[in-house]
């Protein structure tokens, strides 16, 4: 029961309730510490069955179910820490930081205030103090941007739609066809620019 190519040295188990016991020796000397590899071990101290050796192969499989689970959790982890980074400014909310704190089995935090009126004043002292103009947009101009694109797209489609009705009326009354891109740009433009509103 001692062969060190079949045992791992000092490692013993418990099959009733899979207690494991790990000898060691400290040479006092030198303060090393070392695997005792010496055959004699007390039953287990939760049920008096004898114990036995634990054999390499068995070490091995579970350090490879350890490192596995450690490496999804550890993948999880870090999933959750990239995304809580990436979010900008009022992206990231209470829920945001819940999230993140799931993701490391932690519970959310205890968010109470207290006082409301003076929780304002410190969130007024916070932004000043910790946040920072420009870089990312508000809501405000957002929606500009928005309000923007939406007349240009109007403006676009009914550009488009004067193009078409000349091609239209040019096919039928003067047997003229345009046959490419090169033909309908300049009209199209033309319309475009008559139909653009101001920028404001
Ligand atoms: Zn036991």
Same mark, same amino acid.
């Given at each position: 029961?001692?062969?060190?190519?079949?045992?791992?040295?000092?490692?013993?188990?418990?099959? /009733?309730?899979?207690?494991?016991?790990?000898?060691?020796v400290?040479?006092?000397?030198?303060?090393?510490i070392?695997?005792?590899?010496?055959?004699?071990?007390?039953?287990?101290?939760?049920?008096?069955?004898?114990?036995?050796?634990?054999?390499?192969?068995? /070490?091995?499989?579970?350090?490879?179910?350890i490192?596995?689970? #450690?490496?999804?959790?550890?993948?999880?982890?870090?999933?959750a820490?990239?995304?809580?980074?990436?979010?900008?400014? #009022?992206?990231?909310?209470?829920?945001? #930081?819940d999230?993140?704190?799931?993701?490391?089995?932690?519970? @959310?935090?205890?968010?109470?205030?207290?006082?409301?009126?003076?929780?304002?004043?410190?969130?007024?002292?916070?932004?000043?103090?910790?946040?920072?103009?420009?870089?990312?947009?508000t809501? /405000?101009?957002l929606?500009?941007?928005?309000?923007?694109?939406?007349?240009?797209?109007?403006?676009?489609?009914?550009?488009?739609?004067?193009?078409?009705?000349?091609?239209?009326?040019?096919?039928?009354?003067?047997?003229?066809?345009?046959? #490419?891109?090169?033909?309908?740009?300049?009209v199209?433009?033309?319309?475009?620019?008559?139909?653009? @509103?101001?920028?404001?």
């Open positions: 029961m001692n062969d060190e190519s079949i045992y791992v040295p000092g490692e013993w188990t418990c099959d /009733a309730c899979g207690f494991v016991v790990v000898k060691s400290i040479i006092a000397s030198t303060g090393d070392m695997a005792d590899a010496s055959a004699h071990v007390e039953a287990c101290p939760n049920d008096g069955t004898a114990m036995r050796q634990v054999t390499w192969r068995e /070490a091995l499989t579970e350090a490879r179910d490192a596995g689970k #450690d490496l999804i959790a550890s993948q999880r982890m870090r999933a820490v990239a995304k809580h980074h990436a979010q900008k400014a #009022d992206d990231r909310c209470i829920l945001d #930081d999230e993140l704190y799931a993701a490391f089995g932690l519970p @959310p935090v205890d968010r109470r205030v207290g006082d409301k009126a003076a929780m304002l004043v410190n969130c007024q002292r916070f932004i000043e103090r910790r946040c920072e103009a420009g870089g990312w947009p809501y /405000a101009e929606e500009a941007t928005v309000a923007g694109l939406t007349a240009e797209r109007d403006a676009a489609r009914s550009a488009l739609q004067m193009v078409s009705e000349r091609w239209t009326f040019n096919n039928q009354q003067h047997t003229h066809t345009w046959h #490419d891109w090169a033909d309908c740009q300049p199209l433009a033309a319309a475009l620019a008559a139909s653009k @509103p101001e920028k404001t």
